[in-house]
């Protein structure tokens, strides 16, 4: 099992999954939840998220299997996800956004905050070109700092303020385009050789 761990791989996966969940991002929603139901429970939020995300990266190729869909085009589409991800990032813009949740329960935190449709696209995407395992060390260790912010989101926002949690969105952003660019690149060529 460690032969096959590759501490680039992992860093690699980590950083595309924290781009993708940008929970540092997404402090104002928790504060906002947290204001208007009062408690974030996010232990709960934390591992249910990360069973959605190991469960979907074990069972994603199945699923795509099963409707007829190769995982280099789902790379492909993934892309277009990440990419659109990072002009909201980037741009400060909208271009989707769900309803705002009526509780701080499971459903708004662990789905679809953290455990998104960019994540599961993300974690497919991924395997096409990383070892599972590592992606799964790039999980959990997401899991741990998604916890982690979960918990202490309010002192991060006065730390950081709002200004420094831009500025973090923007540079995530931009690496999160690279990164779909990267991803299109590789994958586009694999379907047609």
Same mark, same amino acid.
């Given at each position: 099992?460690?032969?096959?761990?590759?501490?680039?791989?992992?860093?690699?996966?980590?950083?595309?999954?924290?781009?993708?969940?940008?929970?540092?991002?997404?402090?104002?929603?928790?504060?906002?939840?947290?204001?208007?139901?009062?408690?974030?429970?996010?232990?709960?939020?934390?591992?249910?998220?990360?069973? $959605?995300?190991?469960?979907?990266?074990?069972?994603?190729?199945?699923?795509?299997?099963?409707?007829?869909?190769?995982?280099?085009?789902?790379?492909?589409?993934?892309?277009?996800?990440? *990419?659109?991800?990072?002009?909201?990032?980037?741009?400060?813009?909208?271009?989707?956004?769900?309803?705002?949740?009526?509780?701080?329960?499971?459903?708004?935190?662990? *789905?679809?905050? $953290?455990?998104?449709?960019?994540?599961?696209?993300?974690?497919?995407?991924?395997?096409?070109?990383?070892?599972?395992?590592?992606?799964?060390?790039?999980?959990?260790?997401?899991?741990?700092?998604?916890?982690?912010?979960?918990?202490?989101?309010?002192?991060?926002?006065?730390?950081?303020?709002?200004?420094?949690?831009?500025?973090?969105?923007?540079?995530?952003?931009?690496?999160?385009?690279?990164?779909?660019?990267?991803? *299109?690149?590789?994958?586009?060529?694999?379907?047609?050789?």
């Amino acid at each position: 099992m460690f032969k096959v761990l590759d501490f680039r791989q992992i860093f690699t996966a980590g950083m595309i999954l924290f781009a993708v969940i940008d929970i540092i991002g997404n402090i104002p929603i928790i504060i906002d939840l947290r204001k208007k139901v009062g408690h974030i429970q996010s232990e709960k939020a934390s591992i249910v998220a990360g069973i $959605i995300m190991v469960v979907f990266l074990f069972l994603g190729k199945e699923i795509l299997n099963l409707i007829g869909i190769d995982v280099n085009s789902f790379a492909v589409a993934g892309s277009f996800i990440l *990419f659109f991800l990072a002009l909201e990032m980037i741009l400060g813009i909208s271009l989707y956004k769900d309803d705002a949740p009526e509780t701080a329960s499971v459903v708004p935190l662990a *789905f679809p905050l $953290i455990a998104g449709a960019g994540t599961m696209t993300s974690l497919v995407s991924l395997q096409a070109e990383y070892e599972t395992v590592n992606i799964i060390v790039a999980i959990l260790i997401n899991i741990i700092f998604v916890y982690l912010v979960l918990k202490s989101s309010a002192k991060i926002e006065g730390f950081l303020g709002s200004q420094g949690i831009n500025v973090i969105r923007k540079v995530f952003g931009v690496i999160l385009l690279a990164i779909a660019v990267k991803l *299109f690149a590789a994958n586009i060529q694999n379907l047609f050789t």
